[in-house]
């Protein structure tokens, strides 16, 4: 079983609807990161938590907001999607320790279409 | 902003050719990373260099780093066609790891 698993993989939803992207992890990290990724743009951070009650904001948070419901789980959602929200969208999940210091390892992406 | 860009954007080889993907720094760093992406899927971590290593090897690859030019490289020898893929570099900066826009490599085979 993969150790950071996405939910949904693929979703297609119209302007104005609220959607809610789920991540889930087994490897007992306490930190988690969600990223979006465009063609040419490489990644960019959304959001990280690097505990329960740990939520910041990265380079591209308007727009998202994120729950950290467990250690395990860690959810982003757009509350009114719009076209150019559309992209992939990976969560990953890091060791503690000084930021950069270890690998972060990633789940298999949610490709999300806005019409 | 981004913190690492690499160079070239993209790059086709034939197998068996090394290929040599570059990454270009801002600020000062403690440590850089390098990871490979296959087409769609999640990123995959492949070697961590610190700012005190020159030169670090792990299999077919063998990553430098310059912290005077604040550049690193990534060198895949004797390419395969299983190495398709984007890479990309990662490197700190405002205490989150921000990622370059990435190298894709194609190698025919």
């Known amino acids: 079983d993969a150790d950071v698993t996405q939910t949904p993989r693929n979703r297609i939803t119209k302007t104005g609807k609220r959607i809610m992207l789920e991540c889930s992890q087994t490897k007992g990290h306490d930190r988690m990161y969600w990223y979006r990724q465009d063609p040419g743009l490489g990644l960019r951070l959304i959001y990280y938590?690097?505990?329960?009650?740990?939520?910041n904001k990265g380079e591209i948070s308007d727009g998202y907001s994120v729950s950290r419901q467990a250690q395990a789980k860690f959810s982003l959602s757009l509350e009114s999607a719009i076209p150019n929200q559309t992209a992939l969208y990976f969560c990953?999940?890091?060791?503690?320790?000084?930021?950069?210091?270890?690998?972060?390892?990633f789940g298999p992406g949610t490709r999300l279409t806005v019409l | 902003s981004q913190q690492g860009e690499e160079d070239p954007q993209a790059l086709s080889i034939q197998e068996g050719e090394n290929a040599t993907m570059n990454c270009s720094y801002k600020t000062s760093i403690n440590n850089l990373q390098w990871y490979r992406q296959n087409s769609g899927r999640g990123l995959v971590h492949l070697i961590l260099i610190r700012s005190n290593e020159r030169e670090k090897h792990s299999g077919r690859l063998r990553v430098t780093l310059d912290t005077s030019k604040k550049s690193s490289s990534l060198l895949i020898t004797a390419s395969r066609a299983a190495d398709t893929a984007s890479y990309f570099c990662a490197t700190i900066n405002t205490g989150k790891l921000i990622f370059g826009q990435g190298t894709t490599l194609q190698v025919k085979p």
């Open positions: 990953a999940t890091s060791e503690a320790g000084l930021v950069g210091d270890n690998e972060q390892f």
């Open positions: 938590s690097f505990d329960v009650k740990d939520i």
